[in-house]
């Protein structure tokens, strides 16, 4: 079965700091690949997606991730954190035949600090 | 990227009443798109599948004549919580599968959040 797994629960950098968020998946076959953004009291924002290709991905808001079949990883990462970025963070793998929704990891909450 | 909207963002309603959600595709056609619920710091729990011009399927331990799904088009579903008590309090989401030749994403709607007094 498909999984995802967010290592980290909750994160703190300080503004103007690197990030790198992890995923891991387990899909047996190519994934697609996905990552959102929520705000508190907000939906779901799609930051960036990896269907085939290039393996490094650049989303919005100066984000990017790359695709490494090897670890079967998908991080997530920004070289300069805003104040802003602060908020919930979904990794998720779809793509899948029928109606089968995307698998979410369960998350990372990113707090930034000035 | 696609864009779906949700309606209303926010409701209060007293307990017994029916409330209904609705979650349009603004710029694209989705056979396919899904009802989450999202407790307080929680990720997401999938409720249902909807499926324009059939039945909605449920996920396991989700009470579908209390949660009436309709997908009568292919860019809108709704959501209608019946007889809804405090415990059905909650942040409902719709999300909407965009699947082509190049492309298979699920965009999201903003949430409503509903309170049940």
């Known amino acids: 079965a498909q999984s995802v797994t967010q290592p980290d629960i909750h994160i703190t950098v300080s503004e103007g700091a690197s990030l790198e968020l992890r995923c891991n998946y387990s899909?047996?076959?190519?994934?697609?690949l996905f990552w959102y953004v929520q705000s508190p009291g907000q939906g779901l924002q799609l930051l960036l997606k990896?269907?085939?290709?290039?393996?490094l991905v650049q989303g919005i808001k100066g984000f990017e991730a790359e695709f490494k079949r090897s670890q079967s990883s998908f991080n997530l990462r920004k070289p300069s954190v805003h104040w802003s970025d602060a908020a919930e963070y979904f990794c998720?793998?779809?793509?899948?035949?029928?109606?089968?929704?995307?698998?979410f990891g369960k998350g990372t909450r990113l707090s930034v600090i000035a | 990227g696609a864009v779906v909207s949700q309606h209303p963002s926010r409701v209060i309603c007293k307990s017994g009443t029916s409330v209904k959600i609705e979650c349009r595709s603004l710029?694209?056609?989705?056979?396919?798109m899904f009802w989450y619920r999202q407790f307080p710091k929680k990720s997401l729990m999938l409720m249902a599948t909807?499926?324009?011009?059939?039945?909605?399927?449920?996920e396991q331990g989700v009470e579908k004549d209390k949660f009436l799904i309709n997908h009568a088009s292919l860019t809108l579903s709704t959501l209608t919580v019946t007889s809804a008590h405090p415990e059905d309090s909650s942040f409902y989401i719709c999300?909407?599968?965009?699947?082509?030749?190049?492309?298979?994403?699920?965009?999201f709607g903003p949430g409503t959040r509903l309170t049940v007094l």
């Open positions: 999300s909407a599968r965009d699947r082509g030749e190049s492309t298979d994403t699920q965009y």
């Open positions: 899909y047996g076959a190519t994934p697609y």
């Open positions: 990896y269907f085939s290709g290039d393996t």
């Open positions: 998720a793998v779809g793509g899948f035949s029928g109606n089968t929704p995307l698998v």
């Open positions: 710029d694209f056609q989705a056979t396919t």
């Open positions: 909807s499926n324009e011009g059939s039945k909605a399927t449920y």
